[in-house]
């Protein structure tokens, strides 16, 4: 595909929040050199077509002022309408969005944003994201496709990359056209590189960082990622000596010079900063050398052919039935010969017992048979034994209805009056 001329010379009013253009800051951001980033910003469209570039970040602006003329009833030129609108962005025919592509909204009434760094292996295939639109008010919705063409960087990735923590900033807010080329002009004065570009941002949240308390203004933080061609300048390396080193380990600022410059801006933590020289890495490939643990090479695999012998299961079925039930009948015999043909029954008991614990234990059933008895008719005279001993009236003492020299061993305790 043609590119327009500005896109190759990164003309100044070919602004990235109007289309697929590239961004120059200006002298009076930048200092005395001036600076291309390629940035990728753009707004909403029916079905666009963006090209970002191969690790280079790319940032895609959901405006709600452009969608709420999709849901009826439109308004009139002039006519304010505030409904909430949210967005749903995935691949088509996916349910998500590819793994370098992020999005982020923080209320219905904010916009969305479409940001990431593409990958060196989309180059040349054209990525089409489904934009929905969702009227909270009226629920209704729009549709519109986004179709990111990416292409090849020549000096992809750039050697010298530096990784900054911003403690003052949320992801959104970073993502702003004017903050990050602040932030980058700042960079570019500290660094002084010929070419830089912004490769990637990342909330501190994608990053295991907690949410902080809504006290004070907090902040998320956000992690930038910038490359630039020459090597890291003095003041990015003061990071990396002793002092500053133990200074860190001790939870306390290091000593940087070249801080004042962000410090008006950004708030950097200077122990997060990470620096990569991609020229010096060494390649982690190692030849697999065979020993323990690695199985020598077999060569194809060769399943069984398909005329196998048939296999008779029937003395299996037998062995697995017959002899759990044999074990569960032997079992069962000897349990009922020691519950059934080992009582000792009541005669050879009360053998065993002595005389006196008969004579009591003989004397409690024939009381508690009269007692049953009894309770058959309430209207019986009152058993002998309930009697008072002396008249009630003249107090004298009553005598007893037998002799001392009756026999009363088989009388019962209990008798009734007649």
């Not at 001329?5 to 200092?31: I, K, Y």
């Not at 967005?87 to 969305?112: A, C, E, H, K, V």
């Not at 990637?200 to 949240?205: E, G, K, P, Q």
């Not at 950004?266 to 010096?280: A, H």
Request: aromatic share 10%.
């Amino acid at each position: 595909m043609q590119l327009p001329r500005w896109w190759e010379l990164g003309d100044p009013c070919a602004w990235t929040g109007q289309g697929r253009g590239t961004r120059r800051m200006s002298p009076a951001t930048t200092g005395t050199f001036l600076l291309t980033v390629y940035s990728i910003f753009s707004k909403v469209h029916s079905d666009r077509n963006v090209y970002p570039s191969a690790g280079v970040l790319f940032v895609h602006v959901l405006e709600r002022e452009y969608f709420k003329g999709e849901f009826p009833p439109y308004p009139k030129p002039g006519e304010i309408s505030n409904d909430p609108i949210t967005f749903n962005t995935n691949l088509m025919g996916y349910p998500d969005r590819p793994g370098w592509l992020r999005y982020i909204q923080r209320t219905p009434y904010s916009d969305g944003v479409l940001y990431g760094s593409p990958t060196a292996e989309n180059v040349g295939k054209p990525t089409i994201i489904e934009i929905t639109a969702y009227n909270r008010r009226t629920f209704e919705t729009a549709r519109h496709n986004l179709i990111i063409n990416i292409m090849s960087a020549e000096d992809f990735p750039l050697p010298y990359q530096a990784e900054f923590f911003i403690k003052n900033m949320n992801v959104e807010e970073m993502l702003a056209s004017e903050v990050l080329g602040d932030f980058l002009g700042a960079v570019k004065n500290v660094w002084q590189p010929e070419r830089l570009n912004a490769i990637n941002i990342t909330s501190a949240l994608d990053r295991g960082g907690r949410v902080p308390l809504p006290i004070n203004d907090l902040k998320e933080g956000v992690y930038v990622m910038v490359g630039a061609d020459v090597p890291f300048s003095s003041c990015l390396r003061e990071v990396e000596n002793p002092q500053n080193q133990l200074r860190c380990s001790q939870e306390m600022e290091p000593v940087i010079t070249c801080d004042k410059k962000f410090r008006t801006q950004f708030y950097i933590d200077w122990c997060k900063i990470s620096l990569v020289d991609k020229t010096k890495q060494v390649s982690t490939y190692q030849e697999v050398i065979r020993g323990e643990g690695i199985l020598p090479d077999g060569g194809e695999y060769k399943p069984p052919s398909d005329s196998l012998k048939s296999r008779d299961y029937y003395t299996d079925f037998l062995i697995t039935l017959a002899v759990p039930s044999a074990v569960a009948l032997v079992l069962f015999l000897i349990l009922a010969y020691i519950m059934c043909c080992r009582r000792e029954g009541v005669e050879k008991r009360n053998m065993q017992t002595p005389d006196i614990q008969l004579v009591h234990h003989s004397a409690i059933q024939k009381s508690t048979k009269e007692l049953r008895d009894m309770s058959k008719n309430r209207e019986i005279a009152w058993p002998l034994s309930t009697l008072p001993v002396f008249h009630p009236v003249t107090g004298e003492i009553i005598p007893p209805l037998h002799t001392d020299n009756y026999d009363s061993t088989n009388m019962p305790l209990m008798q009734t009056q007649q």
